[in-house]
């Protein structure tokens, strides 16, 4: 079974601040995907990749950047966080596009004060 | 407007009941999965299913890609089974971009 990995689970940080939200997955999947996860709109794509140096834009990007440094490691970064991006974010991985399993992390809970 | 809906919002059943969740979606979809996910917890996929009919354990789905609609039926639910069920379509645009429905929020009683 694929492995996703998310780091911090949980993260408080007040308006303006820097975040850093670190995804690792450790099976060669090429695809990977942040997503935000907010009552009444489910989970909507910020990013996603589909390898080392690749990154394309989501369905709600603005505010967040994101980078893929290697195939394992795909990065989101708020650089002047605000409340409106307190949510709930996944990661996700996929070998190949085009209806693949989705593989996901357990989510980080980000607080913005 | 919303590209994937579902119903209903949430469900409550008594354990041994059978569960029918609706998904409809609005564009074309060339791949379609359900998932599941624990209350606090991460998504797992529980099937893809583009068209036609699935099975697996418990859960069938069912697929009309013409009428743009899937269903999950979850048979003999258990205390388990509780949680929240998402619907994906994979909209096949050139990019990979999986939108997800809502979801429904199952809670099977004892």
């Known amino acids: 079974e694929a492995a996703v990995t998310q780091s911090p689970r949980n993260k408080v940080t007040v308006t303006g601040g820097n975040v850093t939200l670190s995804c690792r997955q450790t099976n060669s999947h090429n695809y990977m995907y942040w997503y935000r996860q907010d009552t009444g709109h489910g989970l909507r794509l910020i990013h996603y990749s589909y390898g080392a140096g690749n990154l394309q834009i989501g369905d709600v990007p603005d505010g967040y950047k994101a980078t893929r440094t290697t195939q394992e490691d795909f990065f989101l970064l708020l650089e002047l966080a605000s409340p409106s991006q307190t949510s709930l974010y996944f990661c996700a991985s996929s070998e190949r596009q085009g209806g693949e399993r989705l593989f996901f992390g357990h989510g980080t809970k980000l607080s913005v004060l | 407007g919303q590209q994937v809906q579902q119903s209903p919002a949430s469900l409550v059943l008594q354990e041994g009941e059978n569960a029918e969740l609706q998904c409809n979606f609005s564009s074309t979809a060339t791949q379609l999965q359900w998932f599941y996910q624990s209350p606090g917890g991460s998504l797992v996929s529980l099937l893809s299913?583009?068209?036609g009919t699935k099975h697996t354990g418990r859960l069938t789905s069912t697929t009309v890609t013409k009428e743009r609609r899937s269903s999950l039926h979850i048979s003999s639910s258990q205390t388990t089974d509780s949680g929240t069920y998402l619907c994906?379509?994979?909209?096949?645009?050139?990019?990979?971009?999986?939108?997800f429905g809502s979801g429904t929020r199952l809670l099977v009683s004892p």
């Open positions: 994906a379509i994979d909209r096949g645009t050139g990019g990979y971009k999986v939108v």
């Open positions: 299913n583009p068209s």
